[in-house]
């Protein structure tokens, strides 16, 4: 969990470094251990600060998925009430472990989102991590975290979302492949 915090703290400073991502992308982080817990709601980037993470005994990865869905569903809900347009909401599952909970419903939930572009939903599979759920959960192929790589994987990301928001509404951006820090299965 360590080398996990640190990559969040490379991920907050990465995104803060470009003035427009750090207005333009929103941050949410639902962790999911003993428990489901929202540790940090919607946030600009600028204000985002990098909670701490703790292991947990357990991986209700279908409860954390189906709140994530929940957060994303209700930022968009807030944008549409005020006319805002947005981007595609990105959700990135990062797990170590394969379902202690029920989590069939909660892929259908994120392949029916997927289908309809209602979001882009990317899992990473770090050390021993379940690829073969994970591949069932999302349509895109899981990637596995090469070692404990996690500030790699993190400013691939801020990297990625830094792309898209200097991008129109709407327009595909090409992103570079998450390479150095993942191995695809």
């Given at each position: ?17 470009d ?11 639902v ?17 985002f ?45 990062i ?44 349509p ?17 990301l ?12 709407g ?15």
């Amino acid at each position: 969990m360590d080398q996990m915090n640190k990559g969040l703290v490379a991920f907050q400073q990465e995104l803060q470094r470009d003035d427009l991502a750090a207005l333009r992308v929103e941050v949410a982080v639902v962790s999911f251990g003993n428990g489901v817990k929202v540790e940090q709601e919607f946030i600009t980037a600028n204000a985002f600060t990098e909670p701490t993470l703790r292991a947990g005994g357990n991986t209700p990865m279908g409860a954390a998925i189906n709140q994530g869905l929940e957060l994303v569903r209700k930022r968009k809900e807030t944008y549409k009430q005020h006319g805002v347009p947005y981007y595609r909401p990105w959700i990135f599952l990062i797990t170590d472990g394969a379902p202690t909970d029920e989590w069939r419903s909660a892929a259908q939930r994120v392949q029916a989102e997927e289908a309809g572009k209602a979001v882009a939903f990317f899992a990473v599979g770090v050390q021993k991590a379940d690829l073969k759920v994970l591949s069932q959960i999302t349509p895109r192929q899981p990637l596995q975290l090469q070692g404990l790589k996690f500030s790699d994987m993190f400013v691939w990301l801020s990297q990625s979302l830094t792309t898209v928001s200097h991008s129109q509404v709407g327009e595909q951006v090409p992103l570079k492949a998450p390479t150095g820090w993942s191995v695809i299965e």
